[in-house]
């Protein structure tokens, strides 16, 4: 049996990595006439814990996320894929991406960049994709090349 993925979610941060899973996840929506849904989640922890954020702060890392999903929007549309949604969520990444995200908007496939971050912070703040991988109910895609 041959299963066909028909609603994939990209998360999207900024980084190199994300955009390799960006080009594999337009790829695949291709490839199954699936719908993307393209998610940027803005990090609560990391809002809690600076002095420096302030609101308008805040709102300027809220429309540069807008910016840059509707840029991956509109790459992904130009490539021919037919349905793209975007999220853009305040709360804690890893939750957002393996749980809530998935079960709202019927996700049956993930696709993660895989984590650029060296063995102490993974100690100290944990990887997404590792978490994602461990605990999303889908399957799971985590992109380590072109």
């Known amino acids: ?44 922890s990391l809002m809690q814990h600076t ?37 853009l969520q305040t709360g804690n990444p890893k939750l957002l991406l393996s749980e809530d995200i998935p079960q709202r908007e019927n996700i049956n496939l993930i696709v993660l960049g895989a984590t650029g971050l060296n063995a102490l912070e993974r100690m100290l703040v944990g990887s997404s994709s590792e978490y994602i991988v461990q605990n999303a109910q889908t399957d799971v895609l985590v992109v380590r090349t072109e």
Do not use: C, W
Request: charged share 20%; hydrophobic share 45%; aromatic share 4%.
């Open 1 to 44: 049996m041959l299963l066909e993925y028909r609603n994939v979610l990209v998360a999207i941060d900024g980084s190199p990595q994300a955009e390799k899973a960006f080009h594999k996840a337009v790829a695949i929506a291709l490839r199954n006439h699936s719908r993307l849904v393209i998610a940027h989640i803005l990090d609560q």
């Open 51 to 87: 002095t420096l954020l302030t609101q308008n702060v805040y709102e300027q890392l809220e429309t540069e996320a807008k910016t840059m999903l509707n840029d991956y929007a509109e790459h992904a549309r130009q490539q021919g894929v037919a349905e793209v949604d975007l999220v």
